[in-house]
T-cell receptor, first 113, second 113 residues
Framework: AQKVTQAQTEISVVEKEDVTLDCVYE???????LFWYKQPPSGELVFLIR??????QNEISGRYSWNFQKSTSSFNFTITASQVVDSAVYFC??????????FGPGTSLSVIP | NAGVTQTPKFRVLKTGQSMTLLCAQD?????MYWYRQDPGMGLRLIHY???????AKGEVPDGYNVSRLKKQNFLLGLESAAPSQTSVYFC????????????FGPGTRLLVL
């Protein structure tokens, strides 16, 4: 069975703090893809990153970074020097060899000025 | 290039009424999906389509029907709406390669009284 867990339901940080959003996944497939999406208060879903199971390199994009560790089945997302515009719900998702994408329940991040 | 669009943006129904949600994409994508989003539950897959004329059930298909008569359109129907179908509905599409990312529409907010 495939499953995505985001144990942190809500996180609040003060602006400029670093914050890490956790994502743990379960799958028996050896080939799979992991995603992060952002849902700001306006409601749309914005794609942030895709990582395939063969590529464990960490990714950095500006203030965003992602740590993929197959040994712990985790794909964590860190925002450095958080800003108010980072306030959103963040979803981690898993796609295996089938056509479906499984989403985690989401983590609501509030950045307080 | 509008990406993925959804019609309508918001709708109020009475219990027992029927309606159809329209999703349209102009990216020539093979795969299309309908999700519902409820608080604390992330996105759950209702139905999906792997190509024109084909549909398949997702995680929560009961009470919904779909049709993909044209490649660019994916319709979601509620034959007899129930209050439990109050939700935000998202459509998504992606290309035919297994690694391709899903892109989402802006969502339809449905309230069933």
């Amino acid at each position: 069975a495939q499953k995505v867990t985001q144990a942190q339901t809500e996180i609040s940080v003060v602006e400029k703090e670093d914050v890490t959003l956790d994502c743990v996944y379960e799958t028996r497939d050896t080939t799979y893809y992991l995603f992060w999406y952002k849902q700001p208060p306006s409601g749309e879903l914005v794609f942030l990153i895709r990582r395939n199971s063969f590529d464990e390199q960490n990714e950095i994009s500006g203030r965003y970074s992602w740590n993929f560790q197959k040994s712990t089945s985790s794909f964590n997302f860190t925002i450095t020097a958080s800003q108010v515009v980072d306030s959103a719900v963040y979803f981690c998702a898993l796609k295996t060899s089938y056509d479906k994408v499984i989403f985690g329940p989401g983590t609501s991040l509030s950045v307080i000025p | 290039n509008a990406g993925v669009t959804q019609t309508p943006k918001f709708r109020v129904l009475k219990t027992g009424q029927s309606m159809t949600l329209l999703c349209a994409q102009d990216m020539n994508h093979e795969y299309m999906y309908w999700y519902r989003q409820d608080p604390g539950m992330g996105l759950r897959l209702i139905h999906y389509s792997v190509g024109e004329g084909t549909t398949a059930k997702g995680e929560v298909p009961d009470g919904y029907n779909v049709s993909r008569l044209k490649k660019q359109n994916f319709l979601l129907g509620l034959e007899s709406a129930a209050p439990s179908q109050t939700s935000v509905y998202f459509c998504a599409s992606r290309g035919g390669q297994v690694q391709e990312t899903q892109y989402f529409g802006p969502g339809t907010r449905l309230l069933v009284l």
